[in-house]
C-alpha cells in the first residue's frame, strides 16, 4: 500500500470519527451528548476517545513512515 493511500485511509477514520463526535455535541444531540455512561457524559467519552485516536493514528503513521525508510 502507497504512503498516499495509507494516510488518506488513516485522515478518513479520524475525520469520521472527529465529524461523528461533534455531531453528537451539537445542539440537536445534546440528549445523547448527556448520556451517563460509567459515570460521565458520553460527550466526555467521545472528547477523550477522539484524542486517543489521534495519539494513536499518528504513531501508525510514524511507524509505517519509519518502517519504509528503514527498508
Not at 467521545?46 to 511507524?63: D, E, M, N
Request: hydrophobic residues 60%; charged residues 15%; glycine residues 8%.
Amino acid at each position: 500500500m502507497s504512503k498516499t493511500k495509507f494516510a488518506a485511509i488513516l485522515l478518513a477514520i479520524y475525520t469520521v470519527l472527529y465529524f461523528g463526535i461533534a455531531l453528537m455535541v451539537s445542539a440537536t444531540f445534546k440528549d445523547i451528548a448527556a448520556a451517563d455512561v460509567a459515570g460521565m457524559p458520553l460527550a466526555i467519552w467521545g472528547g477523550l476517545l477522539v484524542i486517543i485516536t489521534g495519539v494513536v493514528i499518528t504513531r501508525l503513521y510514524l511507524k509505517r513512515m519509519d518502517a519504509e525508510e528503514n527498508a
